[in-house]
């Protein structure tokens, strides 16, 4: 009896984080990333969260895959995830995440992932030049959604649900449009463009599979750094308000050796990155059961092409109004709370404003900790 009382709110679960996904990926795809590659990512942290017990999953994400992308190079791109990827699990393997996260402290950590919600948020208002009605419908309903939801331990599902329906409806059935992912992709950015076949039983799916040569330059490496900064926040933060809904804690190093891991088949063909996410599978019955189901009929979907098969139905700009949302209001505002509150707010204030302006967490950081630790003889703190 309760077998059949849970698996309601279990399936339910899966579908609302799938939903969820689905349009960041197509945004990951907007910006050069190939989307089959990423497939492999998620069965990856599927293995991996069975065999730790991760609560956590992982998936496609605005913030990451905006600060992956910022350059234009599809190569140095890829690249710099590579390399993050390397360097995390290093860091990991040794416990390094949470020494990384104290020795910089709560205001710092604090303050670059605030810079990072503004990132985003001015991401979701990019996208009004793309696509004007689109955009400002997503973002209305997403405000309204979380408005009414805001008590919910779900309303993050349910604003991503509402927004990216109600846009996507705008877009197909009143203005009567489809996707053309080509013509999506900003102009000047390299696209890791695929073929259309989908039976993996054919010799032409894998032939999409060519591997990208990294390589190494200041721009791969200050890419790469700055990925890192953010995923130590994103785990600790993200991993954290997963886990707390859940009622459990969460091993941060396991987790990040996971989503390093499941970086390297997704980013050497071509893919995004794939990061922690605050999950609404924590919330559903058997939850780290749920987040495994989730990520592995995620990577089945999108190796069977039914994730791309949506794209052309799914405009990128209807996660304007969560990443509006994501990034102001669960990103922004709790991180500058928490800055506020610290001992040393002054560094944490910098590290935002940095991280705003250069678009690097990895600089944001380094210039925190620089006014945390030597402020005082200019006068700073």
Not at 31 to 55: D, E, M, Q
Not at 62 to 83: C, M, P
Not at 251 to 264: E, G, Q
Not at 358 to 375: A, D, E, T, W
Request: positive net charge; hydrophobic residues 50%; proline residues 4%.
């Amino acid at each position: 009896m309760d077998f059949l009382r849970n698996i309601g709110p279990f399936i339910m679960a899966v579908v609302a984080v799938i939903i969820n996904g689905v349009p960041q990926l197509l945004y990951a795809q907007s910006r050069g990333f190939a989307l089959k590659p990423a497939g492999f990512a998620y069965l990856i942290g599927g293995l991996g969260n069975l065999f730790t017990g991760s609560v956590t999953p992982i998936s496609s994400q605005a913030e990451t895959i905006t600060v992956a992308s910022v350059k234009k190079n599809l190569r140095d791109n890829v690249s710099s995830i590579l390399l993050a990827a390397v360097l995390m699990i290093v860091i990991a393997a040794f416990g390094g995440v949470n020494k990384i996260s104290e020795f910089a402290g709560v205001s710092i950590i604090s303050g670059m992932m605030s810079g990072v919600g503004l990132i985003l948020a001015g991401v979701s208002l990019d996208m009004f030049s793309q696509d004007k009605r689109t955009t400002l419908v997503s973002i209305v309903t997403a405000i309204a959604a979380y408005a009414v939801f805001y008590n919910s331990p779900n309303k993050v599902v349910w604003t991503i649900f509402i927004s990216v329906v109600a846009s996507t409806a705008d877009f197909l059935l009143l203005q009567k449009r489809r996707v053309d992912i080509a013509a999506s992709v900003e102009e000047g950015r390299e696209y890791m463009q695929m073929s259309s076949e989908w039976r993996f039983w054919k010799k032409e799916y894998w032939e999409d599979f060519r591997p990208i040569k990294p390589r190494i330059n200041t721009t791969v490496i200050l890419g790469a750094l700055s990925l890192v900064m953010l995923n130590i926040g994103a785990n600790i933060s993200f991993g954290g308000i997963t886990a707390s809904i859940a009622g459990t804690t969460q091993n941060y190093d396991h987790l990040s050796i996971i989503n390093s891991l499941a970086d390297f088949p997704s980013a050497l063909f071509g893919g995004p990155p794939i990061e922690a996410i605050i999950s609404g599978t924590a919330g559903a019955p058997w939850p780290v059961a749920c987040g495994i189901v989730f990520m592995f009929a995620m990577g089945i979907l999108i190796l069977t092409g039914v994730i791309d098969r949506l794209g052309k139905y799914l405009p990128s700009q209807s996660i304007a109004g969560f990443l509006l949302v994501i990034g102001f209001a669960l990103t922004f505002a709790p991180n500058l709370s928490a800055v506020a509150a610290s001992d040393n707010p002054m560094s944490g204030y910098i590290a935002l404003g940095v991280t705003a302006w250069s678009k690097n967490p990895f600089i944001g950081m380094v210039v925190g900790i620089l006014v945390r630790y030597f402020g005082s003889y200019v006068g700073l703190v």
